[in-house]
């Protein structure tokens, strides 16, 4: 356990190191972006390993329950606390405790800031999805940290 304990402060750390760099790289404007298109990738990845040796769950709701249990495991080895939908292709997952957000002040003017916190989960999601064949847009909104919402709308094929 203490092993996995250090893992996730070196984690949270390069996590947080990330954030720095490109708001100083790029700009404070760039970092949501930089964050997710990083995030996408890892996501991207991450689905293509971990479902090689498993038949791919096919159903809309199957691969976003997926997404909650599985992948949320693999990220902060807990599953997420709520899965909404409104059957219409979009799905809101709740996470109450969002480790990236545990260290981030409450205060209405760290809200802001928070949002370049959970930027690259964002970006995982929408590549895991993606890798699924599921294009989508990804949002998060976070009401009081450190608790998370993160919207998938589906994409709806061209009729």
């Known amino acids: 356990k203490q092993w996995y304990q250090r893992r996730v402060r070196v984690f949270d750390s390069l996590h947080h190191q990330m954030v720095l760099y490109f708001e100083t790289a790029h700009g404070p404007?760039?970092?949501?972006?930089?964050?997710e298109k990083l995030g996408y990738r890892v996501?991207?990845?991450?689905?293509?390993?971990?479902?090689?040796?498993e038949a791919r769950v096919k159903e809309d709701v199957d691969?976003?329950?997926?997404i909650c249990k599985?992948?949320?495991?693999?990220?902060f080895r807990k599953q997420a606390d709520n899965l909404k939908t409104?059957?219409?292709?979009?799905?809101?997952i709740q996470d109450?405790?969002?480790?990236?957000?545990?260290r981030v002040s409450q205060s209405e003017q760290y809200k802001q800031?928070?949002?370049l916190y959970?930027?690259?989960?964002?970006?995982?999601?929408?590549?895991a999805l993606a890798n699924f064949g599921l294009p989508c847009s990804v949002t998060a909104e976070i009401d009081m940290s450190p608790t998370v919402k993160v919207t998938l709308t589906l994409q709806q094929p061209p009729i």
Request: proline residues 0%.
């Open 96 to 102: 109450n405790r969002f480790r990236f957000l545990t």
């Open 118 to 127: 959970v930027a690259f989960t964002c970006g995982v999601v929408k590549g």
């Open 43 to 53: 996501g991207f990845s991450l689905i293509e390993k971990a479902t090689k040796d």
């Open 113 to 115: 800031r928070g949002e």
């Open 86 to 92: 409104n059957h219409t292709g979009t799905f809101v």
């Open 29 to 35: 404007d760039q970092v949501v972006q930089c964050m």
């Open 70 to 75: 599985d992948l949320w495991n693999m990220l």
């Open 63 to 66: 691969i976003v329950k997926y």
